[in-house]
């Protein structure tokens, strides 16, 4: 399955392929992470991120090989 994010701040886009929403949630908040210290070093990290990514991330079919 692909999965993406938009950043609730700005609206990049964060992208993955996972099995599962929970390998998703993991692999998005790492690539979050990677993105919020570069684009909003200044923003403070939300305990609560987890719960937003889950709740706010689109799954779809992936593209057939």
Known sequence: ??????????????????MDDDEAVKMLMEEGDKHQKAVHPDMEVNPEME???RK??????????
């Open 51 to 53: 719960a937003m990514v």
């Open 56 to 65: 706010d991330m689109v799954k779809s079919e992936s593209p057939a090989a």
């Open 1 to 18: 399955m692909k999965y993406t994010f938009k950043c609730p701040v700005c609206g990049h886009m964060t992208e993955c392929d996972a």
